[in-house]
């Protein structure tokens, strides 16, 4: 760690002789040596401006060839693992890889720390929550303002250049500890979340050179991991057994716009094996899919130790050296871990692989660096270089941490007369719960350290009288209070018990086995709506959703709040949506099942699609149509919004050519949606009106969905498009959505291929649905 006293203001020492008879003795300005860590810095050694790559007027290919042709096998080797070795001889230091961002700057990652000069950064809400705003704007925003404060740590040399954030993996089981990490279970929210925060992190407003990067992102785990410790299966044994329709329609669609829309610097491999192949040493998957179908522009990651586990855990080779042959003739360029650096010499030795495989793979680590700026010299004199301290943590960046959990908190029910209150009308709030005054459960899991924080009972406080009680010593609730908090809510004149859970519950190697409130928690809900003088509002901080129907058909308990884990400004928030300061407006990125799914799906079973003779009812909203105690899209508003088709065609007609054989078929449920037809890109608009009817403005997020004909196992419904738009009361809006035939009608038959169903769609906004066919 850097030491506070080096980094304080610039000090510029000036040596001077200006003594006539010393007239040889040199005037030197001394600059302070610049904290972060790069590469070619001529102060250090004059040698590297002769380097073709610290020359920046040549190609950034041509330097990074240049580099390449320079090292020796051992240094090269260096260059493949998070912990990259020096090459003092080129002027190279060595660099952290793994730095991690998810929701904020974190300090998860070796490559960044905090210290007395930058003690925390911005600590936004945990992905989940912030998906719910459904506000692809908001996506970018957070991820803008992170990219910046990440830079100005770099520059005081405590934090690296390339982030290990977003995960994108779809929330596909409601168990799944990591579930709080992704933007829920829909393929569509999940890529516009990933493209959209990772172009808030990479894109810098240098449009002369679109390829540079502010800092590099990595979207992560490919693929199909979404479990991590469920009855004794794990993640490093786990083979998840996954259909190519589900893999095209569901697994894989993030990714893909990670890499296609995103221009995302990174994807990382899994730990876990799909159909039997450990997912980083798999060619298809990695050189295959990634690079070659999606032209991943950057270098692919293992997660931490991946390539040991599939060695070790999984016996996937019999020797190590076959197993680095493996990993990066598959593709894979950098191991976090150290086994890579460790077994790849005795590899080359015994011929598994050739000197130029790795050549690859440290040609696309070390562009990923030129395009950061690391071999341009002193980054204070580049792009990002005047960021610092000052600009971490500014009360701009916490207010949009704030603003990103009002715009995804949940409002799940709400009784006619409960919420907002009325912070005048209200003399006492009886506060009680478990996370209550938490602090730390705010920010997650990959948290960072925050600027401040302010707890559910702090940003309450800050508007009526509380009266607080934990009601439980923690999460867990063995015994509750339930007398104390009887007591309190019959006096006081409304209440709110913030429940849920926390990371002792749910967290990476943990998934749940229980989709119940735990403990007592559900008795002390019940035991204080009973005797209640006021409102009761069940606020539910987690990631995963519950089975909590006793609240849901509870008249005492007048509203529900979901509200993630809002991050470090949660209590204010909170207190926001409570007091109607902001009109609730996120919507559920995932479904909430009932506790009885449980029973009828092993988590283990990575199938989509329902296999009625085995009972199995199919996952998430797209394919599951049992009950639901709350379903994906569902969240109230104070106002009330609706919405109307105004204009959408009845039939559409997509040309085929004459020798087509559904021209001649009436058999045909389906045409390919073949590059030749979908190049003449077939759109049409819908024109909605949504017209807010209430008083209070607020922000709605429009949803579209389409039901395709039944083809193919297709989807029962799916989301094609969203769109978060303000409304003040008493008014409406048109919107246009643009709607591609081949990219959001078409669906995945079984054997992975897009085909265009013909027949009727229904298209569904709100409670509005039109029908319209698809014809050739
Ligand atoms: C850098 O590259 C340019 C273009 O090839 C060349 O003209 C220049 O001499 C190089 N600079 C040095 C210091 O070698
Ligand atoms: C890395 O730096 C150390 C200490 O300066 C040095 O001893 C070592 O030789 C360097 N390694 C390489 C590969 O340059
Ligand atoms: C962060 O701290 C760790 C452990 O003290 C240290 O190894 C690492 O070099 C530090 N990284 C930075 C960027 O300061
Ligand atoms: C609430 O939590 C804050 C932050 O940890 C703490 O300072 C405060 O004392 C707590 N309030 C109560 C009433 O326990
Ligand atoms: C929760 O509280 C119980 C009872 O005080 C204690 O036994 C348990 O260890 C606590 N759990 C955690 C995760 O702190
Ligand atoms: C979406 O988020 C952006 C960025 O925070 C915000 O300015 C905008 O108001 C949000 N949109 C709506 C409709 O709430």
């Given at each position: 760690?850097?030491?506070?006293?080096?980094?304080?203001?610039?000090?510029?020492?000036?040596?001077?002789?200006?003594?006539?008879?010393?007239?040889?003795?040199?005037?030197?300005?001394?600059?302070?040596?610049?904290?972060?860590?790069?590469?070619?810095?001529?102060?250090?050694?004059?040698?590297?401006?002769?380097?073709?790559?610290?020359?920046?007027?040549?190609?950034?290919?041509?330097r990074?060839?240049?580099?390449?042709?320079?090292?020796?096998?051992?240094?090269?080797?260096?260059?493949?693992?998070?912990?990259?070795?020096?090459?003092?001889?080129?002027?190279?230091?060595?660099?952290?890889?793994?730095?991690?961002?998810?929701?904020?700057?974190?300090n998860?990652?070796?490559?960044?720390?905090?210290?007395?000069?930058?003690?925390?950064?911005?600590?936004?809400?945990?992905?989940?929550?912030?998906?719910?705003?459904?506000?692809?704007?908001?996506?970018?925003?957070?991820?803008?303002?992170?990219?910046?404060e990440?830079?100005?740590?770099?520059?005081?040399?405590?934090?690296?250049?390339?982030?290990?954030?977003?995960?994108?993996?779809?929330?596909?089981?409601?168990?799944?500890?990591?579930?709080?990490?992704?933007?829920?279970?829909?393929?569509?929210?999940?890529?516009?979340?990933?493209?959209?925060?990772?172009?808030?992190?990479?894109?810098?407003?240098?449009?002369?050179?679109?390829?540079?990067?502010?800092?590099?992102?990595?979207?992560?785990?490919y693929?199909?991991?979404?479990?991590?410790?469920?009855?004794?299966?794990?993640?490093?044994?786990?083979?998840?057994?996954?259909?190519?329709?589900?893999?095209?329609?569901?697994?894989?669609?993030?990714?893909?716009?990670?890499?296609?829309?995103?221009?995302?610097?990174?994807?990382?491999?899994?730990?876990?094996?799909?159909?039997?192949?450990?997912?980083?040493?798999?060619p298809?998957?990695?050189?295959?899919?990634?690079?070659?179908?999606?032209?991943?522009?950057?270098?692919?990651?293992?997660?931490?130790?991946?390539?040991?586990v599939?060695?070790?855990?999984?016996?996937?080779?019999?020797?190590?050296?076959?197993?680095?042959?493996?990993?990066?003739?598959?593709?894979?360029?950098?191991?976090?871990?150290?086994?890579?650096?460790?077994?790849?010499?005795?590899?080359?030795?015994?011929?598994?692989?050739?000197?130029?495989?790795?050549?690859?793979?440290?040609?696309?680590?070390?562009?990923?660096?030129?395009?950061?700026?690391?071999?341009?010299?002193?980054?204070?004199?580049?792009?990002?270089?005047?960021?610092g301290?000052?600009d971490?943590?500014?009360?701009?960046?916490?207010?949009?941490?704030?603003?990103?959990?009002?715009?995804?908190?949940?409002?799940?029910?709400?009784?006619?007369?409960?919420?907002?209150?009325?912070?005048?009308?209200?003399?006492?709030?009886?506060?009680?719960?478990?996370?209550?005054?938490?602090?730390?459960?705010?920010?997650?899991?990959?948290?960072?350290?925050p600027?401040?924080?302010?707890?559910p009972?702090?940003?309450?406080?800050?508007?009526?009288?509380?009266?607080?009680?934990?009601?439980?010593?923690?999460?867990?609730?063995?015994?509750?209070?339930?007398?104390?908090?009887?007591?309190?809510?019959?006096?006081?004149?409304?209440?709110?018990?913030?429940?849920g859970?926390?990371?002792?519950?749910?967290?990476?190697?943990?998934?749940?086995?229980?989709?119940?409130?735990?403990?007592q928690?559900?008795?002390?809900?019940?035991?204080?709506?009973?005797?209640?003088k006021?409102?009761?509002?069940?606020?539910?901080?987690?990631?995963?959703?519950?089975?909590?129907?006793?609240a849901?058909?509870?008249?005492?308990?007048?509203?529900?709040?979901?509200?993630?884990?809002?991050?470090?400004?949660?209590?204010?928030?909170?207190?926001?949506?409570?007091?109607?300061?902001?009109?609730?407006?996120?919507?559920?990125?995932?479904?909430?099942?009932?506790?009885?799914?449980?029973?009828k799906?092993?988590?283990?079973?990575?199938?989509?699609?329902?296999?009625?003779?085995?009972?199995?009812?199919?996952?998430?909203?797209?394919?599951?149509?049992?009950?639901?105690?709350?379903?994906?899209?569902?969240?109230?508003?104070?106002?009330?919004?609706?919405?109307?088709?105004?204009?959408?065609?009845?039939?559409?007609?997509?040309?085929?050519?004459?020798?087509?054989?559904?021209?001649?078929?009436?058999?045909?449920?389906?045409?390919e949606?073949?590059?030749?037809?979908?190049?003449?890109?077939?759109?049409?608009?819908?024109?909605?009106?949504?017209?807010?009817?209430?008083?209070?403005?607020?922000?709605?997020?429009?949803?579209?969905?389409?039901?395709?004909?039944?083809?193919?196992?297709?989807?029962?419904?799916?989301?094609?498009?969203?769109?978060?738009?303000?409304?003040?009361?008493?008014?409406?809006?048109?919107?246009?959505?643009?709607?591609?035939?081949?990219?959001?009608?078409?669906?995945?038959?079984?054997?992975?291929?897009?085909?265009?169903?013909?027949?009727?769609?229904?298209?569904?906004?709100?409670?509005?649905?039109?029908?319209?066919?698809?014809?050739?």
């Amino acid at each position: 760690m850097i030491s506070v006293f080096e980094n304080r203001a610039p000090k510029v020492f000036f040596i001077l002789g200006f003594l006539i008879c010393f007239s040889l003795i040199s005037v030197r300005v001394v600059g302070q040596v610049s904290p972060a860590v790069f590469a070619c810095d001529a102060t250090k050694d004059r040698k590297v401006v002769h380097y073709g790559f610290c020359n920046a007027s040549l190609g950034r290919d041509a330097r990074v060839a240049d580099l390449v042709r320079r090292l020796t096998l051992q240094e090269k080797i260096l260059n493949i693992v998070n912990g990259a070795g020096n090459i003092s001889r080129l002027g190279i230091p060595k660099y952290e890889w793994w730095s991690e961002a998810l929701h904020g700057v974190s300090n998860v990652g070796p490559g960044t720390n905090f210290s007395s000069l930058v003690p925390g950064a911005t600590s936004f809400p945990q992905v989940i929550l912030t998906a719910a705003s459904f506000n692809t704007s908001l996506f970018e925003a957070i991820g803008k303002v992170v990219s910046t404060e990440a830079r100005a740590m770099y520059n005081v040399g405590l934090a690296g250049l390339t982030f290990w954030s977003p995960n994108v993996n779809i929330f596909r089981d409601p168990r799944w500890g990591r579930g709080q990490e992704t933007p829920g279970e829909d393929p569509l929210l999940s890529s516009k979340y990933g493209s959209s925060y990772v172009k808030g992190l990479q894109q810098t407003d240098d449009n002369a050179d679109p390829s540079r990067l502010k800092v590099a992102a990595c979207c992560k785990h490919y693929t199909a991991y979404d479990l991590d410790n469920w009855k004794g299966v794990d993640r490093y044994h786990f083979n998840a057994v996954v259909t190519q329709q589900d893999m095209d329609d569901t697994f894989d669609p993030p990714f893909k716009s990670c890499v296609i829309d995103g221009n995302v610097a990174s994807v990382m491999c899994s730990y876990n094996q799909v159909n039997g192949k450990p997912t980083c040493a798999d060619p298809h998957l990695l050189a295959g899919v990634i690079r070659g179908q999606w032209k991943l522009n950057g270098y692919i990651v293992s997660d931490c130790d991946s390539v040991e586990v599939f060695f070790d855990d999984q016996h996937y080779t019999k020797t190590p050296e076959q197993a680095a042959a493996k990993a990066i003739l598959a593709g894979l360029d950098l191991n976090c871990g150290s086994f890579l650096g460790q077994h790849t010499a005795a590899a080359v030795k015994k011929g598994l692989l050739k000197e130029s495989d790795i050549d690859n793979a440290i040609t696309n680590n070390f562009a990923t660096l030129m395009r950061l700026g690391f071999f341009d010299g002193d980054p204070r004199k580049q792009p990002y270089g005047k960021l610092g301290p000052k600009d971490v943590c500014t009360a701009e960046n916490q207010e949009l941490a704030r603003d990103a959990a009002r715009q995804g908190i949940v409002l799940l029910k709400n009784t006619a007369g409960s919420l907002p209150l009325s912070s005048a009308a209200i003399k006492t709030l009886a506060v009680i719960g478990p996370n209550a005054n938490v602090t730390k459960t705010m920010i997650g899991n990959y948290e960072g350290i925050p600027c401040k924080y302010t707890t559910p009972l702090q940003g309450l406080t800050a508007s009526v009288a509380t009266k607080y009680l934990p009601g439980c010593s923690n999460v867990t609730c063995g015994n509750a209070q339930v007398k104390e908090a009887k007591k309190l809510a019959a006096t006081a004149d409304a209440t709110v018990l913030v429940m849920g859970i926390d990371q002792s519950l749910e967290r990476e190697s943990f998934d749940r086995v229980d989709l119940r409130l735990p403990g007592q928690q559900p008795l002390l809900i019940k035991e204080v709506a009973k005797v209640a003088k006021g409102p009761v509002i069940l606020v539910i901080m987690s990631g995963g959703g519950f089975d909590i129907s006793f609240a849901k058909h509870n008249d005492k308990v007048t509203s529900i709040l979901w509200v993630g884990y809002p991050g470090e400004a949660g209590g204010a928030a909170i207190a926001d949506v409570i007091f109607g300061y902001y009109n609730p407006s996120g919507r559920l990125p995932m479904t909430w099942y009932p506790q009885s799914y449980l029973d009828k799906v092993p988590m283990t079973n990575m199938n989509m699609r329902p296999d009625p003779p085995k009972g199995y009812p199919g996952r998430t909203y797209r394919f599951y149509t049992g009950e639901t105690i709350y379903s994906f899209g569902h969240g109230l508003s104070y106002s009330k919004f609706s919405h109307k088709i105004v204009k959408a065609p009845q039939t559409v007609s997509i040309p085929l050519d004459d020798d087509h054989v559904c021209r001649h078929s009436l058999d045909c449920n389906s045409v390919e949606a073949v590059e030749q037809l979908c190049k003449k890109s077939v759109t049409f608009d819908i024109h909605l009106r949504v017209q807010n009817k209430a008083r209070h403005g607020g922000s709605h997020s429009v949803l579209l969905f389409v039901t395709p004909p039944s083809v193919h196992n297709s989807p029962r419904k799916h989301l094609i498009g969203f769109e978060k738009i303000s409304l003040k009361g008493k008014s409406g809006t048109l919107m246009r959505f643009k709607v591609d035939v081949c990219k959001d009608l078409s669906v995945v038959d079984e054997l992975g291929r897009r085909k265009i169903a013909l027949g009727q769609y229904v298209l569904h906004v709100g409670n509005f649905k039109h029908t319209l066919s698809l014809r050739i």
